[in-house]
């Protein structure tokens, strides 16, 4: 039975365009991801940055894998609907913990999230994969944007670097260069979101958020899920997440000592 939260046509959107909006999903966390954010902001941990170029204005922070250290977001992990609506979006019968990531935009922010693919930078690849996206203020202009049915696009786009701008590993001709989507017409999904509602997309999806020009800030916590057929695989340098020292083999399923198992039909 698919979950309450979730209807039949949600999942074949999720399959064929990549991404939907899940209302409520992290609903009852709100206030524990908000301690959460403001424990990371407190002590970031050794991957937290501040993405500003030169002459951009307010604060843009990020920060990710911090999930066993910062006791609400492991809480909110273990208890909320995540996994068992990844389970069912994914159609996939087990679900494991990838990694969380906080992406804090004060008020005033001018720099835009530069549209790009997660898949990427990530070791790990995969029909069954899923990233919830979730606002813990209202957002209107800056949510997420993400382009339908990208994740079926052949070649994978050009992973960056989002200060400088410059292509992430040395082989940049295996990937195609980053479009625009919104000079190129192609139809970009985002909602005007409340607080705890989750935007659900495949990791191959493209996806980009503005600047926060709003006079409130806009908190976002994004969790980071694999299904069955997710796989350990090489790239051609240190990925984003790194995890030093995994000793993962290319075809290994993530190890589940560090990489555990939410759930399994
Ligand atoms: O919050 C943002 O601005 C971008 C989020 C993002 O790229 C992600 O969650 O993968």
Redesign the pocket.
């Known amino acids: 039975m698919t979950h309450p939260l979730l209807t039949e046509d949600q999942i074949n959107a999720f399959q064929r365009d990549g991404v939907t909006v899940i209302r409520g999903l992290f609903a009852d966390h709100v206030e524990t991801l908000r301690r959460g954010i403001e424990a990371n902001m407190q002590a970031p941990g050794p991957y937290a940055s501040e993405n500003k170029k030169e002459g951009q204005t307010g604060r843009?922070f990020?920060d990710y894998c911090n999930w066993e250290r910062i006791p609400e977001f492991a809480e909110v992990i273990k208890t909320s609907p995540a996994a068992e609506v990844a389970a069912d979006l994914m159609r996939s019968k087990s679900v494991q913990m990838f990694h969380d990531?906080v992406?804090v935009?004060e008020p005033g922010t001018s720099m835009a999230?530069p549209w790009?693919t997660?898949g990427p930078y990530y070791f790990v690849e995969g029909q069954q994969t899923v990233?919830f996206?979730s606002p813990l203020d209202h957002v209107t202009d800056?949510s997420?944007r993400c382009v339908a049915g990208s994740h079926r696009w052949e070649k994978p786009v050009l992973p960056t670097r989002w200060t400088s701008e410059e292509s992430f590993f040395a082989n940049k001709d295996d990937y195609m260069p980053i479009p625009d989507p919104d000079a190129e017409g192609m139809t970009i999904c985002e909602w005007e979101m409340e607080p705890g509602d989750a935007v659900a997309?495949n990791y191959s999806i493209l996806?980009?958020?503005r600047g926060n020009t709003s006079d409130t800030r806009?908190r976002?916590f994004?969790l980071?899920l694999v299904g069955d057929d997710a796989r350990y695989v090489t790239r051609p340098g240190p990925t984003s997440p790194p995890y030093p020292g995994h000793e993962m083999q290319a075809g290994q399923r993530l190890r589940e000592d560090w990489f555990p198992i939410l759930l399994q039909r």
Do not use: P
Request: aromatic share 16%.
């Open positions: 843009f990020d990531h992406l935009k999230t790009h997660d990233s996206w800056a997420l997309f996806h980009g958020a806009r976002a994004s980071r």
